[in-house]
């Protein structure tokens, strides 16, 4: 919508009372408004300027906003509708120049800067970009009752995991989106279990009620695409009675970008981006996919990660490539990996100094993932702190060897696994008896690095039961701007 | 008046009807589906031989995993072919 007449030509002025350089060039306005034909716009007061013969009402600030105007007081030269030239603020000789008229302002200092328009106070861009702009959010509108709180609301309905989320205003939207260049119409993926298209716009109202910065947006976009991926099977994570769920592993740049957690308690509470993140996600299962406890979500027990569950790879500092890196992507790649998990179990060693011992050490808590007499059936993500690290560097042990190492060590005696061995009924059939089986698929374990630097204790995140082909496969995706 | 913006897949009618119970199952098509549960098939195997005898016609079915949804064919297939369907859901 264009805000000049096709038929003016002139000048046109946007002022503010309240600005020391508008009130100081006051008499430049009746200059102006003796000589041409003027249009001057005022952002607070009818009343001002005071000197000129009509003042035009833009306190909702529409023509500021169709504008662009940043500083007050703009002037703008207009012919045949067009805009031809632009002023801001006040130096004499080039407002002498533009206007053509050679005695303006004669007894004013040389320059004065101009102030910040109101239209482009804090939260004013979102608000008028909603009200005037082309940006039109599609999503269902709720009102909110003068005596209701918005947050019973959002509990009342259904929008909350349990915790209170920030209420999903039209400005907190349109102000979490310019961390994407992605359209809001754009579908992100089909969100199960309902299988609803999801839009960008649904994620960053999701992304708004977790409590996301704009800037954290491309990361929950990226996670929400990977939860979509097919092989991901977020319908089955979601309706098992397993404890499984998302977890989010970022790398790559973006990671210190945004201010995420790869040090002391990089698994726990405490950073922002890396627990909104990951319940930013859980929020778009819930409230876009309807996945909910007690519906199709069947968990027995579930875990605190189904809240969020999200953290980076410690990068910098790593003897080892990358979880990304492994999987195809480049160093200089931000990527998001999901993987189905449990909670989180810790392994303890603070003897081993040779990286034999270590790994025996990590295999043997390895070997309970999911049930110690099962194999083959969960994957599982083993979290390396650094001074663990610090062990298999100084043994110059990359990762491939430790993986070598490590596998020739979850390899299990059938005699072990049978049902009825060790006086435990659950186990595997007894026709395996002679055999020797690996407790992971190929591929089955992912490896990371991160934490604080002081510890001797490493992770694991134990899989899903229906890991692989019959089920969830662990999925990585690059992030987009 | 504030405003919220709905964050939900805005999918929810007020009200989802259940399709009409059966008050018999004369000249009706059974299927039983099993999902690849463990002993699902034992359960019904038992159905299938109740129903059978009550000269009801049964269909059976399989799911290739239970923890991925049913593929598209087998539930196009199941609509078409049976009027109700007895499902083993767990192990």
């Not at chain 1, 349109?174 to 994407?180: N, V």
């Not at chain 1, 993987?339 to 390895?366: C, W, Y």
């Not at chain 2, 049913?70 to 109700?84: M, N, R, S, W, Y």
Request: glycine share 8%; with cysteine.
């Amino acid at each position: 919508m264009t805000i000049i007449p096709n038929d003016f030509s002139g000048y046109m002025v946007v002022v503010k009372q309240d600005c020391s350089t508008c009130t100081l060039i006051e008499s430049v306005f009746a200059e102006l408004d003796a000589t041409y034909s003027i249009r001057f716009y005022s952002q607070d007061s009818l009343n001002f300027p005071s000197t000129v013969s009509d003042v035009i009402d833009d306190t909702a600030l529409e023509v500021s906003y169709r504008l662009d105007i940043e500083i007050v007081p703009t002037l703008i030269q207009v012919q045949d509708g067009e805009e031809v030239a632009r002023l801001v603020g006040w130096k004499r000789e080039d407002w002498r120049k533009l206007t053509g008229m050679k005695q303006l302002g004669e007894s004013l200092p040389e320059f004065s800067p101009g102030c910040g328009s109101k239209s482009v106070d804090p939260g004013m861009p979102e608000k008028l970009a909603y009200q005037f702009g082309d940006t039109q959010l599609q999503a269902r509108r709720i009102e909110v009752a003068d005596l209701e709180d918005e947050i019973e609301l959002a509990y009342e309905r259904g929008w909350s995991d349990g915790l209170p989320v920030v209420p999903p205003t039209e400005d907190r939207i349109l102000r979490m989106l310019s961390g994407t260049t992605r359209s809001p119409s754009e579908i992100v993926g089909i969100i199960p279990p309902d299988n609803v298209p999801c839009t960008v716009e649904k994620v960053a109202i999701n992304a708004v009620m977790a409590g996301c910065k704009p800037e954290y947006l491309p990361v929950v976009l990226a996670a929400v695409e990977a939860a979509c991926i097919d092989a991901f099977c977020m319908h089955g994570l979601l309706a098992t009675t397993y404890f499984s769920s998302p977890v989010v592993i970022v790398n790559g740049p973006i990671v210190d970008k945004i201010g995420m957690n790869w040090g002391i308690n990089a698994l726990g509470q405490g950073n922002r981006a890396n627990a909104t993140i990951g319940r930013a996600l859980q929020l778009v299962i819930r409230n876009v996919g309807g996945g909910k406890p007690g519906g199709v979500d069947r968990a027995a027990l579930g875990h605190p990660g189904k809240y969020t569950f999200c953290f980076p790879e410690r990068e910098h500092d790593s003897y080892w490539e990358s979880l990304s890196v492994e999987r195809g992507f480049s160093a200089d790649e931000s990527t998001v990996t999901l993987f189905g998990g449990d909670g989180v179990h810790g392994i303890a060693d603070q003897h081993s100094r040779n990286p034999e011992s270590l790994t025996k050490n990590i295999s043997m808590t390895l070997r309970t993932v999911y049930n110690s007499k099962i194999v083959m059936a969960a994957d599982a993500l083993l979290v390396i702190t650094p001074e663990h690290m610090r062990v298999f560097r100084n043994a110059g042990w990359t990762k491939v060897r430790f993986r070598e190492e490590l596998s020739k060590h979850l390899m299990i005696s059938g005699k072990e696994l049978i049902r009825g061995a060790n006086g435990i009924e659950e186990g595997l059939p007894v026709h395996l008896e002679d055999a020797t089986l690996s407790k992971f698929r190929p591929d089955g374990l992912l490896i990371v690095h991160t934490g604080g630097g002081a510890g001797m204790w490493s992770a694991v995140i134990g899989g899903w039961a229906a890991s692989g082909d019959k089920g969830s496969i662990p999925v990585t995706v690059a992030i987009k701007s | 008046m504030r405003i919220l913006l709905d964050p939900t897949g805005e999918l929810q009618p007020a009200y989802r009807e259940r399709n009409p119970r059966p008050t018999s199952l004369e000249d009706k098509v059974v299927g039983l589906l099993d999902i690849s549960k463990a002993r699902g098939n034992i359960f019904l195997d038992h159905l299938d031989e109740k129903l059978t005898e009550m000269g009801v016609t049964v269909k059976r079915y399989r799911k290739p995993t239970f923890a991925r949804v049913a593929p598209v064919d087998l539930k196009h297939q199941i609509v078409t072919e049976c009027d109700l369907v007895i499902e083993a859901l767990a192990d």
